[in-house]
């Protein structure tokens, strides 16, 4: 008895990449269906990298909830934030290039974080020994003795608000978006939502500070609108900035300088403000 023998052009055996193998009378019915199979596997990693990034943003709407609204503690809340945050990340595939924090970039991103300190600085310095700005500093909250102001400049805001935000918005949600935006939609997709983080801390921002309640005395019930709306749209532009900085150093510690700078310096001069308005 004799075996037949299939020619070549009769049967062809294909492998697509998920292992599965094809077996047709027809060569580009074999092709077609290792193609679909890829586009397959395309679209499931973008829904997959579209959830993740969705996640993060939903991640940060609990931990804003649970810091204002719930009134947890942030100096745990922050780090535990943070951790949680780049560890969800690099389980994600994120590299520390991706997140700001190659180790190759940390002394760039030093000496720009550093600069932006000493500018910062000087700018409040000359606000305060303006008397037409120096109101601008006298923020009941930072009505401290110079132990406290130390306190809150160099532990509490550092620990308990620049790690998270930082890690949150110049690291992790960045390293997020890049994965499906061009670079100024990221930075400008950052800072918006950076912006609206601050919702909760500029309701309470009217009473809080003189030069603040001041300007918007005048509106009445349309105050508390108004403080929220140019807080939501000044850290928004400070995202723009921050996230800039992050851009051109490649470092996350560029735009933690920034925020340091303008938070803790802040308190600092604000202190020495209620001094010299004694």
Partial sequence: MSIPVLS????????????VVVTTKDPDAAHDHVRRHRLALIARGRRARLAATVAVVFALVGLNVANHLLGWDTMWLGPVGAVTLLAFARWQGLTWHQLGLARHTHARGMRWGLGVIAVVGLVYLVGILLPSTRTAFLDVRYHLPPAGALLTAFVMIPVGTILLEEVAFRSVLWGFLSRHARMWQVLVGSSLLFGLWHVFPAMASATGNAAIGSAVAGLGPFAKIAVVGGTVLFTALGGVLAGELRRRSGSLFASVGMHWAT?????????LAWRLAA
């Fill in 263 to 271: 938070n803790a310096l802040g308190v600092l001069f604000g202190v």
């Fill in 8 to 19: 070549p052009a009769a049967t062809a055996v294909e492998s697509s990449p998920g292992g």
